[in-house]
């Protein structure tokens, strides 16, 4: 009835340190034009959506067994493709694969943070890292950015070299900002730090520069790469998250991994997904033309939008980027308030999406 569960958090003996959070929240609110998610806006082709619901269907007559623990079939199509997308060469032993790379991220903390350590991020950056660090009761040790939200490696090494912390959270292209960290910079900052470097590369796929896995070779003891089917694979539905790192790495992870964590049905679907990776990626070639077409007529408008080479763009500049946010939802399209002042974020959706969106920037007031 009515009343049950009528009791307050607040009552309930939560953890001291969780109390009074807030949790992760993007609204999902029921507009015409969502652009606030950094999601893929192409629907996958009929055809992959024929192989997983085949792929699904095979799987299901086997649903009264566990699934492959390892999800071994999975990481080596992983592998395969991250060694043609990258150029690494890499297999199944070194890729680990989870419910998103935020169950990735989590896993990471869970081996390499927890109570009495520290895991350090240079902030504006994916709000999930402290939220995550907060839930393995990693201590987070928030760092700057610069002024115009790019990454300084050489301060940022000389940071990390001075807080030493256990993890270092590199997110490249950064979001919510949207650029990539050079080569050399990571480099900078592994040679600085005194554990495990985390690079965060969720939007790699529309990004020209080249992935932190480069580095593996020369960094196998720290580097680890965080990747995503959840962007330029149009499959954040289906929760699959990856990672690319040393062999021994992808070992220490089996110690906190719930058994069976990704189901027979998550791992099909992927499985089913990466055989249509070329006609899914064929979206990211457009989806960065669109972000160049959108990043230039915001300009045109008179605003700054920051350089991306992701698939959403920071822009300001707003007196009160609250109200203008509104002002957004009320001519139905969702954008993002990450809390940067005098500044909104928006996702690239499709040419229309984009259209509807930069119409309605002509009557925001700023
Ligand atoms: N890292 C970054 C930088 C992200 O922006 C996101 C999604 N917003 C994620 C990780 C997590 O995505 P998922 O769990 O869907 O893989």
């Known amino acids: 009835g009515e009343r049950s569960g009528a009791v307050t958090t607040a009552e309930l003996p939560l953890r001291e340190d969780l109390r009074g959070r807030t949790p992760y929240g993007a609204p999902q609110l029921d507009v015409a034009v969502r652009l606030n998610t950094n999601e893929n806006p192409y629907p996958p082709p009929d055809a992959l959506v024929d192989d997983v619901a085949a792929a699904t269907r095979e799987a299901a007559a086997e649903l009264h067994r566990y699934p492959d623990r390892d999800a071994l079939a999975l990481r080596r199509d992983l592998a395969d493709y991250l060694s043609v997308a990258t ?4 297999s ?9 790379s935020n169950e990735i991220l989590q896993q990471l903390l869970q081996a390499f943070g927890g109570p009495g350590r520290t895991a350090l991020g240079f902030e504006p950056s994916y709000s999930m890292h ?19 939200f790019s990454l300084d490696t050489a301060r940022a090494a000389e940071i990390v070299a001075e807080r030493a912390p256990d993890v270092v959270f ?13 080569l050399h910079g990571l480099a900078a900052v592994l040679r600085a730090a005194p554990g495990m470097v985390v690079v965060d590369e969720a939007y790699a796929e529309f990004s020209g520069e080249p992935s932190a896995l480069e580095l593996l070779e020369e960094f196998p003891a720290q580097l680890v790469v965080s990747r995503t089917m959840s962007k330029a694979f ?3 539905g289906g929760r699959l998250g990856y990672l690319a790192a040393a062999p021994a790495v992808v070992d220490a992870l089996q110690l906190v991994r719930l058994p069976y964590h990704l189901s027979a049905l ?6 089913a997904a990466l055989r249509h990776a070329d006609a899914t990626l064929a979206s990211v070639a457009k989806l960065a033309a669109e972000r160049d077409r959108v990043a230039e007529s915001l300009l045109a408008m008179g605003f700054t939008p920051v350089p991306s080479d992701a698939n ?14 509104q002002s957004y939802v009320d001519q139905g399209v969702l954008i993002r308030d990450v809390g940067i002042e005098g500044h909104l974020r928006v996702t690239i959706g499709t040419p229309e999406e984009n259209d509807a969106f930069l ?3 002509k009557e925001i007031p700023r």
């Open 170 to 182: 590199l997110t490249s292209p950064n979001n919510p900002t949207g650029g990539t960290i050079p």
């Open 92 to 100: 199944e032993r070194n890729v680990w694969a989870a419910n998103g």
């Open 312 to 325: 959403f763009i920071l822009f300001g500049r707003f007196t009160d980027a609250r109200h203008a946010w």
């Open 87 to 90: 150029r690494v060469l890499v």
């Open 266 to 271: 998550t791992q099909a679907a992927a499985k």
């Open 359 to 361: 119409e309605a920037g």
């Open 234 to 236: 149009a499959f954040a």
């Open 130 to 148: 402290p939220i995550i660090a907060a839930g393995t009761r990693t201590e987070w040790a928030p760092a700057p950015r610069a002024a115009d």
